[in-house]
Nanobody
Protein backbone atom coordinates (compact mmCIF):
# COMPACT_ATOMS: atom_id res chain seq x y z
CA UNK A 1 0.00 0.00 0.00
CA UNK A 2 1.39 3.36 -1.04
CA UNK A 3 2.10 5.92 1.65
CA UNK A 4 3.70 9.34 1.69
CA UNK A 5 4.40 10.95 5.06
CA UNK A 6 5.34 14.61 4.90
CA UNK A 7 6.88 16.50 7.81
CA UNK A 8 8.95 19.54 8.69
CA UNK A 9 6.42 22.30 8.16
CA UNK A 10 5.81 25.12 10.58
CA UNK A 11 5.64 28.86 10.98
CA UNK A 12 8.48 31.10 9.89
CA UNK A 13 8.95 34.79 9.32
CA UNK A 14 9.60 36.10 5.80
CA UNK A 15 13.17 35.33 4.83
CA UNK A 16 13.25 32.22 6.99
CA UNK A 17 14.04 28.64 6.04
CA UNK A 18 12.53 25.20 6.48
CA UNK A 19 13.41 21.69 5.37
CA UNK A 20 10.52 19.41 4.49
CA UNK A 21 10.85 15.64 4.44
CA UNK A 22 8.77 13.01 2.71
CA UNK A 23 9.08 9.34 3.51
CA UNK A 24 7.55 7.03 0.92
CA UNK A 25 6.62 3.37 1.10
CA UNK A 26 4.72 0.73 -0.83
CA UNK A 27 6.40 1.14 -4.21
CA UNK A 28 9.81 1.07 -5.87
CA UNK A 29 10.90 4.53 -4.73
CA UNK A 30 14.29 4.60 -6.42
CA UNK A 31 12.78 4.15 -9.88
CA UNK A 32 10.21 6.93 -9.66
CA UNK A 33 10.22 10.65 -10.18
CA UNK A 34 9.17 12.35 -6.94
CA UNK A 35 7.48 15.71 -6.91
CA UNK A 36 6.58 18.26 -4.25
CA UNK A 37 3.27 20.06 -4.62
CA UNK A 38 1.55 22.73 -2.57
CA UNK A 39 -1.95 23.99 -2.11
CA UNK A 40 -2.83 27.33 -0.61
CA UNK A 41 -6.32 28.02 0.78
CA UNK A 42 -8.77 28.63 -2.02
CA UNK A 43 -6.28 27.75 -4.70
CA UNK A 44 -5.54 24.70 -6.80
CA UNK A 45 -2.71 22.37 -5.96
CA UNK A 46 0.42 23.26 -7.91
CA UNK A 47 3.74 21.68 -8.68
CA UNK A 48 6.71 23.02 -6.80
CA UNK A 49 9.73 20.84 -7.56
CA UNK A 50 10.56 17.48 -9.11
CA UNK A 51 13.50 15.15 -8.85
CA UNK A 52 14.00 12.31 -11.26
CA UNK A 53 15.06 8.79 -10.44
CA UNK A 54 18.68 9.54 -11.28
CA UNK A 55 18.77 11.91 -8.33
CA UNK A 56 20.47 14.60 -10.39
CA UNK A 57 17.83 15.95 -12.76
CA UNK A 58 15.50 18.43 -11.12
CA UNK A 59 12.85 20.94 -12.10
CA UNK A 60 11.29 23.88 -10.26
CA UNK A 61 8.42 26.24 -10.75
CA UNK A 62 9.68 29.69 -11.61
CA UNK A 63 8.60 31.32 -8.36
CA UNK A 64 10.82 29.06 -6.23
CA UNK A 65 13.90 28.83 -8.46
CA UNK A 66 17.01 29.86 -6.58
CA UNK A 67 15.23 29.56 -3.22
CA UNK A 68 14.15 25.91 -3.01
CA UNK A 69 16.21 22.78 -3.54
CA UNK A 70 14.91 19.24 -3.88
CA UNK A 71 16.98 16.18 -3.15
CA UNK A 72 16.43 12.53 -2.49
CA UNK A 73 17.97 9.69 -0.49
CA UNK A 74 16.99 6.44 -2.16
CA UNK A 75 18.46 4.37 0.68
CA UNK A 76 15.92 6.00 3.02
CA UNK A 77 13.02 6.28 0.55
CA UNK A 78 13.01 9.95 1.45
CA UNK A 79 12.78 13.20 -0.47
CA UNK A 80 13.65 16.59 0.97
CA UNK A 81 12.67 20.11 0.05
CA UNK A 82 15.05 22.77 1.31
CA UNK A 83 13.24 26.08 1.34
CA UNK A 84 15.12 29.35 1.82
CA UNK A 85 14.07 32.99 1.77
CA UNK A 86 10.47 31.98 2.35
CA UNK A 87 7.82 34.52 1.48
CA UNK A 88 4.16 34.86 2.50
CA UNK A 89 3.11 33.57 -0.92
CA UNK A 90 4.81 30.27 -0.06
CA UNK A 91 2.21 29.67 2.63
CA UNK A 92 0.45 26.41 1.77
CA UNK A 93 0.10 22.77 2.63
CA UNK A 94 2.95 20.89 1.00
CA UNK A 95 2.60 17.38 -0.35
CA UNK A 96 4.90 14.92 -2.06
CA UNK A 97 3.95 12.30 -4.58
CA UNK A 98 5.19 10.23 -7.47
CA UNK A 99 3.39 11.26 -10.66
CA UNK A 100 3.13 7.70 -11.91
CA UNK A 101 1.77 6.50 -8.58
CA UNK A 102 -0.65 9.40 -8.40
CA UNK A 103 -1.99 8.57 -11.83
CA UNK A 104 -2.65 4.97 -10.78
CA UNK A 105 -3.97 5.50 -7.26
CA UNK A 106 -5.07 9.10 -6.81
CA UNK A 107 -3.56 8.86 -3.34
CA UNK A 108 -2.34 11.87 -1.38
CA UNK A 109 -0.73 11.97 2.03
CA UNK A 110 -1.73 14.39 4.78
CA UNK A 111 0.77 17.03 3.78
CA UNK A 112 2.64 19.44 6.02
CA UNK A 113 1.59 23.03 6.64
CA UNK A 114 3.98 25.89 5.95
CA UNK A 115 3.02 29.35 7.16
CA UNK A 116 5.13 32.39 6.37
CA UNK A 117 4.13 35.58 8.12
CA UNK A 118 5.47 38.33 10.29
Amino acid sequence: QVHFVESGGGWVQPGGSLILSCVASGFDFSNHTIRWYRQAPGKERERVASIYSDGRSTAYRDSVKGRFRIRRDNAKNTTYLHMNNLQPEDTATYYCNAPAILMDTGYWGQGTQVTVSS
